[in-house]
Every structure is written in C-alpha cells, then in structure tokens.
Nanobody, 120 residues
Framework: QVQLVESGGGLVQAGDSLRLSCTVSGPGRTYSGYRMAWFRQAPGADRQFVASISASGEVTNYQDSVKGRFTISRDTAKYTGYLQMNNLKPDDTGVYYC???????????WGQGTQVTVSS
C-alpha cells in the first residue's frame, strides 16, 4: 500500500515563503517511475492543479498563477517531493494535496492534504 504524507503547511503573511514536502511511505512504497503533482483546494472551490514533475524530474508544469513563484522538485532517494512557494498571496490559501501516478494526467495516489493560509 502506497501512502503519501504532506507536511510544511501553515499560516503565513503575504510575501512569505513555505516549502511543502510529500513523502511516500508504506511497505509497498515506490517513487521512481512515478510522476508527482500538487493540487490545491480553496474553501468552496474545486480542486485545482498547481504543478507537476515528471518521473525523471526533467519536465515540470505549472498553473499560470504560480509560475515564477512556485518550484516543484523531487528527491527520489528520499522518496520525497517538494513544492517551494515564494511570494505567497492570499489567493494561494487552501488545502494542498500531493498526488502520484504513472499515466500522464492520472493520479491514483493522494495524500491527506496540508493547510496553507496566507493573510494579507
């Protein structure tokens, strides 16, 4: 069973930075060969894509609103992915989820989410 555990969320002020982590755990854990992505869900809104990274780590994609501020990365040896978030804005507030999968655009494995709140 593969489990994803997010951490690093919190309450910050606009302009601050946070780094989210997503660690793969469980007796059947695997990481190499899987794409990883971050999604977020604001109160009353649908879950939206934030960023993704290929299994090799060479290809990344970002939602337009976070380009230039967020950076997705991964450390395969540590079974961990990261989302560095700089210059945070109140609109970035929400629950952030990491997800993992093999097929492009399909993520069968999800974490429980970590809350990010940005005050103005």
């Amino acid at each position: 069973q593969v489990q994803l555990v997010e951490s690093g969320g919190g309450l910050v002020q606009a302009g601050d930075s946070l780094r989210l982590s997503c660690t793969v755990s469980g007796p059947g854990r695997t990481y190499s060969g899987y794409r990883m992505a971050w999604f977020r869900q604001a109160p009353g809104a649908d879950r939206q894509f934030v960023a993704s990274i290929s299994a090799s780590g060479e290809v990344t994609n970002y939602q337009d609103s976070v380009k230039g501020r967020f950076t997705i990365s991964r450390d395969t040896a540590k079974y961990t992915g990261y989302l560095q978030m700089n210059n945070l804005k109140p609109d970035d507030t929400g629950v952030y989820y990491c997800a993992m999968g093999i097929v492009l655009g399909k993520y069968p494995y999800w974490g429980q989410g970590t809350q990010v709140t940005v005050s103005s």
